[in-house]
């Protein structure tokens, strides 16, 4: 496991990062390290945007347009993202926000809701969703800011697959009741997990799903799980069988 600084405060800048070059942030970052952190001139933080890697900052200056920070050195390179993709019925609220939050956690590399026929969320708010993506990143650690999507329905997802990518269906009636089981084999290529909406799937999705060439329904367990709860669950078996963990 990387060597991680926890100490020194961690903050997502949407600009480009160079070695001895000044950044102006934006008021509402400025605020949050001068007023809630209350950090001062000369004390520094880590800085990452998702492409350039992990730098070492200092605070030069605390003016009303934005405090300034100097780029000194780079603390950790730019890491490749993950190669899973999180498919998955948008939640009300409060309860998308942890499943959001846990997928950047778990290492994924792109979120992408699906409307499907039980779903009861069809418009998501994206600059919410993108704030709790960063506040995961920031707070755990991780510099490969997954990608997230605009929500399309699920039906437009399967008729656009992508050739060589298998298909991870989370499915409680998947014959195979032991997902370890299910998953024994090592997955190569890009891979995607698809949880469903608390209703389930209606017969025409399944119909849909099972025609993908390379489609591995899976079980949770004897127990259903809230979908927030089945994405941690089913992200942390892939992740342990087919994904970084090893």
């Known amino acids: 496991m990387p060597d991680y600084d926890f100490r020194t405060p961690r903050l997502f800048v949407d600009q480009a990062i160079v070695i001895e070059t000044a950044l ?11 007023h809630v952190l209350r950090l001062k001139p ?3 933080v880590l800085i990452f945007n998702g492409k350039d890697g992990e730098f070492l900052a200092q605070i030069t200056e605390t003016g009303k347009k934005g405090a300034k920070l100097s780029v000194i050195r780079q603390t950790r390179p730019q890491t490749k993202p993950g190669r899973i993709e999180l498919l998955f019925a948008p939640l009300k609220q409060a309860r998308l926000d942890y499943l959001v939050q846990k997928a950047v956690e778990m290492g994924v590399s792109r979120i992408a809701p699906v409307i499907t026929k039980h779903t009861q969320v069809t418009r998501l708010n994206h ?3 993108f704030a709790n993506m960063i506040e995961a990143a920031e707070q755990c650690g991780i510099i490969a800011v997954p990608e997230l999507l605009p929500e399309r329905k699920l039906e437009t997802a399967l008729d656009t697959w992508e050739a060589g990518r298998t298909l991870i269906f989370c499915d409680e009636r998947a ?9 024994q084999k090592p997955l190569a290529g890009p891979l995607s997990l698809l949880i469903g909406p608390e209703g389930g799937f209606s017969t025409d999705e399944r119909q849909k799903i099972s025609k993908i060439q390379s489609v591995i329904p899976i079980s949770l367990g004897p127990r259903i799980l809230r979908a927030d709860t089945a994405v941690v669950a089913a992200l942390a078996l892939l992740q342990a069988t087919s994904g970084d963990f090893g």
């Not at 102006?24 to 001068?34: A, F, G, K, P």
Request: charged share 30%.
């Open 127 to 129: 600059d919410r969703l």
């Open 24 to 34: 102006t942030l934006e008021r509402e970052q400025s605020h949050y390290l001068l």
């Open 175 to 183: 014959e195979i009741t032991n997902p370890l089981a299910a998953l």
């Open 42 to 44: 000369e004390d520094v």
